[in-house]
């Protein structure tokens, strides 16, 4: 992958990831009641660690498997659906079914806090790109 091309699709993920933390947050202010709630909501030391874990874990899937995780990845039926599953449908399903708000958008947003620290760690430098973490010295 040229650095052109590196360049262009961690903005495009970035961009999803951002259009993702919309809707955690908007349903997290719906079932919270409004914005003063979401804090509220999404305060849930459990749930954040399971999605702060759960983002480490996929980007240390796709650092140990390049190959596989660059063509999965670049299919833009996984990109779309999976943007949409986690921005559109599960915070959906934390609104309809209450017993289940907190949790859900509480481990979504983990994952999405651990993507985000992820993110700005690699693209300022502090740590290697994902691709060399697996490569024998």
């Known amino acids: 992958m040229s650095d052109t091309d590196d360049g262009l699709s961690r903005r495009r993920d970035a961009g999803l990831a951002a259009v993702t933390t919309v809707g955690v947050c908007g349903a997290a202010s719906v079932v919270a009641g409004g914005p003063g709630g979401i804090r509220t909501t999404l305060a849930r030391p459990p749930a954040l660690a399971v999605g702060l874990a759960g983002a480490f874990l996929l980007e240390l899937g796709f650092a140990r498997f ?3 995780g660059r063509a999965v990845w670049r299919r833009r039926a996984v990109r779309l659906g999976g943007t949409a599953v986690v921005g559109v449908l599960l915070p959906a399903v934390a609104v ?8 859900v958008l509480a481990t979504l947003a983990g994952g999405l806090l651990g993507y985000a620290v992820l993110f700005v ?3 300022s430098g502090l ?3 994902p691709e060399t973490w697996f490569k024998c010295v």
């Not at 079914?97 to 907190?102: D, I, T």
Request: proline letters at 24%; charged letters at 10%; glycine letters at 0%.
């Open 96 to 103: 309809f079914v209450p017993a289940v708000a907190a949790p």
């Open 127 to 129: 740590v290697p790109d």
């Open 66 to 68: 390049p190959r596989l």
């Open 121 to 123: 760690a690699i693209t």
